[in-house]
């Protein structure tokens, strides 16, 4: 897959989800008001907050794109795992302020009877947010897209928020006005793991923490398969947005010549860019092999 058309399918993706989630706002405002449903019309209010969450990661995919340059000669990939923070936060915090209104409104007592379009609008917005979420996942894992990952969590929580928006209403239509803040206080502990799992994902990535360890065994396999590479004496490899920059220590007979080293060098590279097409940029250094050498570092 071209570099380009990985963006363009992110980006693709993305804008489905903005505009879908732009006319669920509209609907869930809406029927909240006229349907005289508080968890409704707070489900709405939500909805507009993922509007800034998945606007700055459309911002993070346009910046993103754009190759390396003088300033930035790991390229711009970072952008997305900045928009993937941004978008757990938002998660958190809606977690958070629906677990504290649950509470503000069984201390208080303020139960109404909503209406059926209420029903209706919440019973619509679990099956749209579930299919966006499967949707943006699969294209998500298939460019290991960071900001993507992370939207697809956000319509996730958004689906469990209106499964106790429906609960509440449901129970609320026929009565039982309690159901409403205890079902969507209940939910709030499944959105905020989802959006701590989120969070800890992209910090993951903005410290470059290393790559799983599976592509880390299988890029060692297949860099000792190259003739003349004795052994990979390291591995690291970090994550740059939807693509992975490794980094390779390779041993080799001290005795070849450095256009020998190097053609051996480009030939492990070339490999590697042929096997996977989520890795960025190699960058490769040679150990003499069976020789005492000492790693500079100052990490």
């Known amino acids: ?33 006229w349907g005289r449903s508080d968890a409704v019309f707070a489900d709405g209010i939500e909805s507009a907050c993922d509007f800034v969450a998945i606007f700055a990661t459309m911002m993070a995919l346009k910046l993103g794109r754009q190759p390396f340059d003088e300033n930035h000669p790991y390229g711009h990939g970072r952008a997305e795992s900045l928009a993937a923070l941004l978008v757990s936060l938002v998660i958190v915090a809606t977690g958070g302020w629906i677990l504290y209104e649950s509470v503000i409104s069984i201390i208080v007592g303020n139960f109404k009877s909503p209406e059926w379009i209420a029903v209706f609008a919440a019973a619509l917005t679990i099956i749209i947010k579930e299919w966006l979420y499967r949707f943006t996942t699969r294209t998500g894992k298939r460019l290991e897209s960071p900001s993507l990952l992370a939207i697809a969590k956000d319509h996730r929580k958004d689906a469990l928020t209106s499964i106790a928006t429906l609960a509440g209403v449901i129970g609320a239509f026929f009565g039982l006005g309690v ?16 959006g701590y799992q989120a969070f800890m994902e992209a910090a993951h990535d903005l410290m470059d923490g290393n790559a799983p ?64 097409s989520g890795v960025g940029d190699v960058m490769i250094h040679i150990n003499p092999h069976e020789e005492e050498h000492e790693d500079l570092i100052r990490l």
């Open 1 to 33: 897959m071209q570099r380009n058309e990985r963006f363009d399918r992110a980006d693709r993706i993305i804008k489905i989800g903005f505009w879908i989630n732009a006319l669920l706002m509209v609907m869930k405002l809406s029927a909240g008001y």
């Open 179 to 194: 159901l409403d803040p205890l079902a969507a206080g209940f939910t709030s502990f499944f959105i905020l793991n989802v």
């Open 213 to 276: 360890e599976d592509f880390i065994v299988a890029l060692q396999t297949l860099a000792e398969s190259v003739s003349h590479v004795e052994s990979v004496h390291e591995i690291r490899a970090r994550r740059s947005g939807q693509f992975m920059i490794v980094d390779l220590k390779l041993e080799m007979d001290p005795n070849m010549t450095v256009k020998q080293s190097h053609d051996v060098a480009t030939a492990v590279k070339k490999l590697i860019f042929e096997r996977y």
